[in-house]
């Protein structure tokens, strides 16, 4: 039976993130292949997949693409603060789907976004799926979700079994129009989630 997953930041091509976050990697191809391994090992042709943003800091168009045509599944992507190009940019490059914006599931209890959104922060009916901080850090509060390829270990992780749990923990639907469609949430600034971080230790 097909899966979903969900995976952020995948830095494909961006040398920085070597020094920035990711010292195990000696180069970037290494660190671009060795996403695609860890991907392909996890996910079946059939599952679907859900990349929460952050594609590449530095677009070379050829290499991205040869890259995504390598990775299995159906691949729905989010943009993050780092895709500037257009939606139909990065489905020309492999992704079947492109938002721009948070998307739902479970009528609503899931979000996935690539910044954590405020909403999340006291709510007792969604939780919050996301990428964009690094160094490990984490929002100290358990409706978020964080899956950033380094925090994660590279592998995407398994949305069932978050949304099975987000069906026997939430205590009911969250029913408001605004959360219907997902398209004017204001996502954290800076200075709230600096003040509500822990440092994952892995």
């Known amino acids: 039976m097909p899966k979903e997953y969900a995976i952020s930041d995948l830095h494909f091509n961006h040398k920085n993130i070597l ?55 159906y691949k729905i992507m989010i943009m993050g603060n780092h895709d500037v190009k257009s939606a139909n940019y990065y489905k020309n490059l492999g992704f079947n789907e492109v938002y721009d914006s948070p998307i739902s599931l479970e009528d609503g209890k899931v979000v996935l976004s690539h910044e954590p959104i405020k909403e999340a922060w006291d709510s007792e009916y969604i939780i919050n799926i996301h990428g964009h901080l690094h160094n490990n850090e984490v929002i100290n509060n358990k409706n978020y979700i964080y899956v950033s390829a380094k925090t994660v270990n590279y592998r995407p992780q398994n949305l069932g079994k978050i949304k099975e749990w987000a069906r026997k923990n939430l205590k009911k639907r969250f029913v408001c129009e605004a959360f219907a469609y997902y398209r004017n949430i204001k996502t954290i600034k800076d200075e709230f989630y600096k003040e509500n971080i822990n440092i994952l230790e892995i």
């Open 19 to 73: 020094d920035y976050e990711r010292n195990e990697f000696n180069e970037i191809n290494e660190h671009d292949e060795h996403i695609v391994l860890r991907w392909n090992k996890t996910v079946k042709k059939d599952d679907t997949v859900y990349f929460l943003g952050d594609l590449t800091m530095h677009m070379d168009k050829e290499y991205i693409s040869e890259l995504i045509s390598s990775l299995n599944g």
